[in-house]
Nanobody, 122 residues
Framework: QVQLVESGGGLVQPGGSLRLSCAAS????????MGWYRQAPGKQRELVAA???????NYADSVKGRFTISRDNAENTMYLQMNSLKPEDTAVYYC????????????????WGKGTLVTVSS
């Protein structure tokens, strides 16, 4: 129904930058929000940044001021610009798309990419 493919991960030194991309295809017209999650070794998956269909954005406190989420509607692509990277940013980063089925009671569906590895190390 919805397919998501991440790219742009790699090895970078502390203080460096990377730009992640997520290409979306399929039945994307009913998607209400998209975001980036990450999962570090031995840790739970956490929300990094999200953007709604209306353009509102939210960031985890740990990345606010360093990361920027954006989208290219014409190309159906979402981006995560990561600056001033720290070793604790090392994780597999996943693209997420969320569809709201109904609000009362709340019920939604999530679609996931397979992830791209970001390693921040000297």
């Amino acid at each position: 129904q919805v397919q998501l493919v991440e790219s742009g991960g790699g090895l970078v030194q502390p203080g460096g930058s990377l730009r992640l991309s997520c290409a979306a295809s399929g039945s994307i017209f009913s998607i209400n929000a998209m975001g980036w999650y990450r999962q570090a070794p031995g840790k739970q998956r956490e929300l990094v940044a999200a953007i709604t269909s209306g353009g509102s954005t939210n960031y985890a406190d740990s990345v606010k001021g360093r990361f920027t989420i954006s989208r290219d509607n014409a190309e159906n692509t979402m981006y995560l610009q990561m600056n001033s990277l720290k070793p604790e940013d090392t994780a597999v980063y996943y693209c997420n798309a969320h569809r709201v089925v109904h609000f009362t009671p709340y019920y939604g569906m999530d679609y996931w990419g397979k992830g791209t590895l970001v390693t921040v190390s000297s």
